[in-house]
């Protein structure tokens, strides 16, 4: 069965914080993403990887950055985590190709302090 | 930068009640996606659509892409208890791998 692991269900942090959220999936998939859900906002994209070590800014990078050493992992970080970052963060991955349904993680639930 | 509107917001009905939500570009899609996320999990997808004027059907849900592929529908008829989740559209851009989401519909199903 196919899976996208997120390391953490909730965090919380500190303002000011430097944050780590991982994900992991076994697909081999080259595509990665980054979204935070808000209520009334959907999904935003921060960011998205197409292959290693490589990264595009989505809608709503600010703040934001991210890491793709291994095909497997992305990472996103928060430098200085503030309160406006609290939120539910999805990952999520695809095959290649704009026709590509995306595979989700289970959320990781952000609260910053 | 392209977005996607998708209305309504909220919608509550009595189980058996008829359900639709809608989603709009300003911009010709390559293709839309939904997703259906239930009360305190993620989003899994449900069906993707590609041709102009494409309708599909999984059981009680109908899914139409529009003619000039910028607008698309889910529509459930009979709704169930099982129904209750937010659904989201998904757009699909051409020259992008991106999906770009719609705000999504809460769906409330009372029995």
């Known amino acids: 069965d196919v899976k996208v692991t997120q390391s953490s269900r909730y965090l919380v942090k500190r303002t000011g914080e430097k944050v780590f959220l991982e994900c992991v999936q076994d697909?081999?998939?080259?595509?990665m993403f980054w979204y935070r859900q808000d209520p009334g906002l959907g999904l935003r994209l921060i960011y998205f990887s197409y292959d290693v070590k490589m990264k595009e800014k989505g809608d709503i990078p600010e703040g934001y950055s991210v890491s793709r050493e291994k095909k497997e992992r992305f990472s996103l970080i928060l430098e200085s985590a503030s309160t406006n970052q609290t939120s539910m963060y999805l990952c999520?991955?695809?095959?290649?190709?704009?026709?590509?349904?995306?595979?989700f993680g289970s959320g990781t639930q952000l609260s910053v302090l | 930068g392209q977005q996607v509107m998708q209305i309504p917001q909220y919608q509550h009905v009595q189980e058996g009640e008829d359900f639709t939500t809608y989603c709009n570009s300003s911009?010709?899609?390559?293709?839309i996606q939904w997703y259906k996320q239930r009360p305190g999990g993620h989003p899994v997808f449900l069906i993707q659509l590609v041709k102009s004027g494409e309708v599909k059907k999984q059981k009680r849900l109908t899914f139409q892409f529009g003619e000039a592929k910028k607008n698309s529908s889910l529509h459930i008829t009979a709704t169930q208890t099982t129904d209750v989740g937010t659904y989201f559209c998904?757009?699909?851009?051409?020259?992008?791998?991106?999906?770009?989401f719609g705000t999504g519909t809460r769906l409330q199903v009372f029995p």
């Open positions: 697909m081999d998939h080259e595509n």
């Open positions: 911009t010709t899609l390559s293709n």
């Open positions: 998904a757009a699909a851009f051409y020259n992008t791998d991106k999906l770009i």
């Open positions: 999520a991955s695809s095959s290649p190709g704009g026709s590509e349904k995306l595979f």
